[in-house]
């Protein structure tokens, strides 16, 4: 399986900045995807990261707050934009191909907003 | 992709089989179960998948119900170390939808001495 390198690990952020996540891939993979995970919840699909076109949303989630790019198959970014309070949770990210016995998930970025 | 339906907890001794139930009576013939886990502060951890036959691998073994409305996880020997929150997830495997996994609520799994 895949090898998933993301980062930050975890921040603190300023109320209205913007902070970018990476994740790095071992290998090509077909689909990227970024979750968001709130305190004590599941995780929520953000989106999905198409390589060379726009990322595909979930209800909920618009490209000005979390603007995500996917230059090619191994690499994406997920950017939280003017961030709130509300956006303190765990992001993470999730790489494979959709016939992959499993997706991998990095390790997750961990995100305070004071 | 179809719902998913799991108890919220379960507890299981140490060196015990851990059976985990999960509900999925809206499963179309081409949906592929999944299951995850995801240990604290980790990113979820692929167990195993499995379409209509039983599956074993060296994490778990998977028992699909032949109208595979529902399944169970089984964790032969659970440790400590299988304490966890646990995912069962359904979705087409390939095809349109992207391969997206949708994750419900989950059954947080603990083990103990």
């Known amino acids: 399986s895949a090898v998933i390198s993301q980062k930050p690990s975890r921040d603190i952020c300023q109320r209205g900045t913007s902070l970018t996540i990476q994740c790095q891939v071992d290998s090509q993979v077909t689909m990227m995807f970024w979750y968001r995970q709130q305190p004590g919840q599941s995780l929520t699909l953000i989106a999905t990261a198409n390589q060379g076109s726009e990322a595909t949303y979930e209800s909920g989630f618009v490209i000005d707050k979390f603007p995500i790019s996917r230059p090619n198959l191994t690499f994406s970014t997920l950017t939280v934009s003017n961030m709130s309070p509300e956006d303190s949770s765990i992001y993470l990210c999730?790489?494979?191909?959709?016939?992959?016995?499993?997706?991998?998930f990095g390790s997750g970025t961990r995100l305070t907003v004071v | 992709d179809a719902k998913t339906t799991q108890p919220p907890s379960m507890d299981c001794a140490e060196g015990r089989a851990a059976n985990l139930p999960c509900n999925h009576s809206t499963i179309s013939g081409n949906e592929y179960v999944y299951w995850y886990r995801q240990i604290h502060s980790q990113g979820p951890q692929y167990i195993i998948h499995g379409l209509k036959n039983n599956e074993t691998n060296e994490m778990a073994s998977l028992i699909i119900t032949e109208d595979r409305k529902s399944s169970t996880l089984i964790l032969p020997h659970a440790t400590l170390r299988d304490t966890a929150v646990y995912y069962c997830?359904?979705?087409?495997?390939?095809?349109?939808?992207?391969?997206?996994?949708?994750f419900g609520q989950g059954t947080i799994l603990t083990v103990h001495p």
């Open positions: 997830i359904v979705r087409v495997r390939g095809g349109t939808s992207y391969g997206k996994l949708t």
């Open positions: 999730s790489g494979g191909t959709p016939t992959d016995y499993g997706y991998t």
